[in-house]
């Protein structure tokens, strides 16, 4: 066995210092060299500010103290993501982070809910979410410092965070753990005889040598596609939309303890609220709407003066064909992309490094280990590929073009699959996981318009009268609980010294 001894980055945007973090938090320097290539000429993609709670868990895995890196990164708190518009113009759900309900004994919470329905139980499903009754109210307080037995103890959150400020703050916590950091245009990559990569080279002729290679260059897959030539399957056939126009603005009033995702006539508006600012973008399909009408929409649709110029970013959903080739593994946007609905890419990224080290080779990179991570990946895309075109599919809107090909549209022999099983009974497919939680799929589902034909018979063991003044204990505890909560915008204040 000849162990790795160096690795070599490309690029520092989010992916890349998350990479460079890491792997210094994993390995030590003297058994591990990390040295992180970019290139302040080119820059980085700058957005990406939306996450889901494991991000939360990646800062605690790495030492981080969260308070610091909040005050830092001037994040705010995200209890899930406000939907509008998107089953009928004028309708709204929400997907809350954590559980809605608790077990009834050995009953899924769910499938009681169900049969309370069917008898005519007044209830939404929403009202047994604590994270929905929090976002609702704009409430905040964090589930760790909760008793675990009270409804916001087992709560969820993630944060919404600076993307430029992240990078910069990791870069700092990669360099204090000795990564290298080499500010330059990679402008040639150099190959060993079997095709791996050997060095590349610097504009200014300097040439760096590594045993394994990572590529975080985002779009410009400069060593994936450009150097090995590694295919792009598009999936542009489920996800229409191909561009964003992304713009920032200054903050009016506090921010909500959410992300706001808003279905428009050719795609959808983001809204995520930091202490300092809020970032605004609109995704549309070029085949509905040219730049300058989607630039000319989202300015329509953002509340506070703005303070960059709109930015146009073109994107093409869909993913590589091998994630890992050789002695190069991509992460990032190079290595795929679907829209950031559901905020999924820097998850993705965490998921592709989490994989890489519990697969991690030496020199030779034996190609079952390859193998198994580019399978392990296909399915983590996938498994995301589905829950955002859910989001999709499910519409009733006929208002635009965009959106009747939406309804009709073509969807994944898998999503299908999972939509028929669900329909039935409300049960989710083996493997279906990890991310998206049951609570997440029932969200969404029972947003779009979709419940269950029939609940589990194994609920009729329950009396109906018992379910009743359950579900009656449950909502009046959520409840009496988010009262006595801060506002988000007082939590900041008190907490972190912020708005
Ligand atoms: C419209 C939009 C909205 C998004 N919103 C979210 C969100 O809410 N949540 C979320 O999790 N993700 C989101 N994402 C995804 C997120 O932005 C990215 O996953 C994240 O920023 C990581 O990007 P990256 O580091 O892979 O690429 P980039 O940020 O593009 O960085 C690429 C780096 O490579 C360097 N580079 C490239 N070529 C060379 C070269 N030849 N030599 C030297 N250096 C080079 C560049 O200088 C740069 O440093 C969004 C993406 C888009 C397009």
């Not at 037995?149 to 965070?161: C, D």
């Not at 999936?235 to 995702?261: F, I, K």
């Not at 034996?366 to 991570?373: F, H, R, V």
């Not at 996938?382 to 075109?389: A, M, N, P, S, Y």
């Amino acid at each position: 066995m000849k162990p790795i001894k160096k690795i070599v980055i490309v690029g520092g945007g989010s992916s890349g210092w998350i990479a460079a973090s890491v792997l210094a938090h994993d390995f030590r320097p003297d058994v591990l060299e990390v040295e992180l290539v970019e290139s302040e000429q080119l820059g980085t993609i700058g957005v990406g500010e939306s996450t889901v709670p494991p991000f939360v868990e990646l800062i605690k895995n790495l030492g981080i103290d969260e308070q610091h890196f909040i005050q830092s990164v001037h994040a705010t708190f995200k209890l899930g993501i406000e939907f509008p518009d998107w089953h009928q113009v004028g309708e709204s759900y929400f997907h809350p982070f954590g559980w809605i309900g608790t077990r009834f004994g050995m009953h899924d919470f769910y499938q009681v809910w169900l049969k309370a329905k069917s008898k005519g139980h007044p209830s939404e499903l929403q009202t047994f979410a604590p994270c929905s009754a929090m976002a609702r109210e704009r409430r905040f307080f964090l589930p760790q410092e909760a008793p675990k037995t009270t409804p916001l103890g087992s709560a969820g959150y993630a944060l919404h965070i600076d993307a430029n400020l992240v990078a910069k703050y990791l870069r700092q916590y990669a360099e204090d753990r000795k990564v290298k950091r080499t500010e330059g245009l990679v402008t040639e990559v150099r190959q060993k005889e079997d095709g791996s990569i050997a060095s590349l080279v610097l504009e200014s002729g300097q040439e760096i040598h590594g045993d394994f290679f990572v590529d975080c260059t985002g779009f410009y897959a400069l060593l994936i596609e450009k150097t090995l030539g590694i295919g792009y399957e598009d999936w542009l056939h489920y996800l229409p939309c191909d561009r964003a126009v992304a713009v920032q603005t200054e903050n009016l009033g506090e921010p909500v303890p959410y992300t706001m995702s808003t279905a428009r006539e050719e795609g959808w508006s983001w809204r995520i609220p930091l202490q300092h600012r809020t970032g605004n973008g609109y995704v549309y399909s070029s085949e509905y709407c040219s730049d300058d009408e989607a630039t000319g929409k989202l300015l329509g649709y953002v509340d506070g003066k703005t303070i960059i110029e709109p930015s146009i970013i073109p994107f093409r959903a869909g993913v590589r064909e091998s994630f890992w080739h050789k002695n190069c593994v991509s992460i990032g946007l190079s290595s795929g992309f679907i829209e950031p609905l559901e905020a999924t890419a820097l998850h993705v990224v965490v998921r592709g490094l989490d994989f890489l080290l519990r697969l991690f080779p030496d020199q030779h990179c034996d190609q079952a280990l390859i193998d198994e991570y580019n399978r392990r990946m296909r399915m983590e895309y996938e498994l995301i590929r589905d829950f955002i075109v859910l989001h999709y599919c499910l519409t009733q809107r006929e208002d635009t073009p965009f959106w009747k090909r939406c309804k009709n549209m073509e969807i994944p022999p898998s999503l299908a699959e999972t939509i028929e099983l669900f329909r039935a009974h409300g049960t989710l497919r083996e493997g279906v996981g990890e991310l998206w939680t049951a609570s997440s799929w029932q969200s969404i589902f029972e947003g779009m318009g979709i419940r269950p034909e029939n609940y589990s018979a194994r609920v009729d063991n329950l009396d109906y009268t018992w379910i009743e003044s359950k579900l009656t204990e449950m909502e009046s505890a959520i409840n009496g609980m988010v009262r006595n909560l801060p506002t988000h915008g007082q939590f900041l204040r008190d907490r972190f010294g912020a708005i």
